[in-house]
């Protein structure tokens, strides 16, 4: 196991300044732009998978780190250049994460390349979960998968939303019913191929923030995908199945579904997000306040705003820290017994919306207007608190894992 530290070593130094640079010199000067046109910064993307950002080799370093740092540390620096263009960057790695947890060597090794493509010709993926009545409520998932024993192939129906990439990706990864009397036990997840008869996009969403990640609904109308497309292998499936009918007869609740699995393992990714984006605003916002005089002196020399600056350099730095703690008992194999997981991600999530809102104030009026980032960082804040579990279901969480009762 190893041990906790504070200090990056060398090569993640030399990982977070190349990605720094990489943010400062190809994120930000490309922000305004495509938060403007609200459209997927395929160039930005392409110039990531250049220089080797955008790839499973990449992702696979980051996150086979043995100190559990490397992906918040990559998404930290990622996100202080642009929330929604680094969202472009990153949102094939939620798919690729749902492969990862529930699928086999094989499917692994198939489709998580097909998502990402090569710098010549960029791919994305979508992880598919959410549903019009289905958000946080996995339970009330209506997406129903039926298995076609004859011609050994599953057939999907259903509308799925606030998928990132979703109708635009190569690969889709969809969390579907299989046993509707289980309850979220008898969820499982599936690859769509690309160019799969019946999968096509819905409603593609005007957004408050994150604006150049594309977000869409997803319908699936009698789409057909080979067995070997479930994830996990049907002999896995079944006796998944299997234990979680039993545990209903019995009442133990141990068994877990393929979406929550995702979910897990991505809130203390969410946080550093969301770090990232809290980092950058206070930035500017300290710049801003040593250049901007008012009545003869820089206004950071007035104690209000001292104070707010000193306040939200604090809870950035107490935030990265929940982040890290998180994602250190993640790869030592620790157990959230406090649901650290959800605290790191509901605090920062916090953090950045806390923080963004203080730097829109310290910049006054310039704040409030589109001529300053600190409007579209505030922006963009607000989604860290609502995706991946909103912050009164982190909080529900905490609640329940604290309590060890069914808190509701």
Not at 47 to 76: H, N, R, V
Not at 109 to 122: C, E, H, K, R
Request: net charge negative; proline share 4%; charged share 25%.
């Amino acid at each position: 196991m190893t041990e906790f530290a504070l200090d990056l070593n060398d090569d993640q130094k030399q990982v977070r300044d190349w990605l720094h640079g990489f943010a400062r010199d190809v994120i930000r000067p490309a922000a305004a732009e495509w938060d403007e046109r609200e459209e997927t910064p395929w160039p930005v993307i392409q110039e990531a998978a250049k220089a080797g950002i955008y790839s499973l080799d990449f992702y696979a370093q980051q996150f086979f780190d043995p100190t559990g740092l490397g992906i918040p540390m990559a998404l930290e620096e990622l996100f202080w250049g642009d929330a929604g263009i680094a969202l472009s960057i990153v949102g094939t790695g939620l798919a690729a994460v749902g492969v990862l947890a529930n699928g086999t060597e094989e499917q692994i090794g198939t489709w998580i390349p097909q998502m990402y493509g090569d710098a010549d010709d960029v791919k994305v993926a979508a992880f598919c979960s959410s549903e019009p009545d289905a958000g946080s409520d996995v339970g009330a998932m209506r997406t129903r998968a039926v298995y076609d024993e004859a011609r050994d192939e599953w057939v999907l129906n259903g509308t799925k939303t606030w998928a990132t990439n979703g109708g635009i990706a190569n690969v889709h990864v969809v969390v579907a019913v299989v046993d509707p009397g289980l309850g979220t036990k008898g969820h499982a997840s599936f690859i769509v191929p690309p160019d799969t008869p019946g999968l096509s996009q819905g409603q593609k969403f005007k957004k408050h923030g994150i604006r150049a990640s594309h977000t869409a609904e997803v319908v699936l109308k009698d789409v057909r995908v080979p067995g070997s497309c479930l994830l996990g292998g049907k002999e896995r499936l079944d006796g998944r199945l299997a234990r979680a009918r039993e545990s209903a007869r019995t009442g133990d609740e141990r068994v877990k579904n393929a979406a929550m699995a995702t979910f897990e393992a991505s809130r203390p990714a969410v946080g550093a997000m969301a770090v990232g984006t809290a980092r950058a605003a206070y930035d500017y916002a300290l710049a801003y306040a040593r250049e901007r005089r008012q009545f003869g002196r820089p206004i950071i020399d007035n104690q209000g705003v001292a104070f707010q600056l000193a306040d939200m350099r604090t809870r950035i730095d107490a935030a990265r820290l929940l982040v890290w703690r998180a994602s250190w008992m993640a790869v030592s194999g620790k157990p959230f017994t406090a649901a650290e997981g959800s605290m790191s991600k509901l605090f920062a999530s916090e953090t950045a919306r806390e923080v963004t809102a203080q730097a829109v104030q310290i910049l006054g009026g310039n704040g409030f207007t589109r001529e300053y980032p600190v409007e579209r960082m505030h922006r963009d804040a607000a989604i860290y608190t609502i995706f991946e579990g909103t912050s009164e279901i982190q909080r529900l969480v905490i609640a329940r894992t604290l309590s060890g009762l069914p808190i509701r």
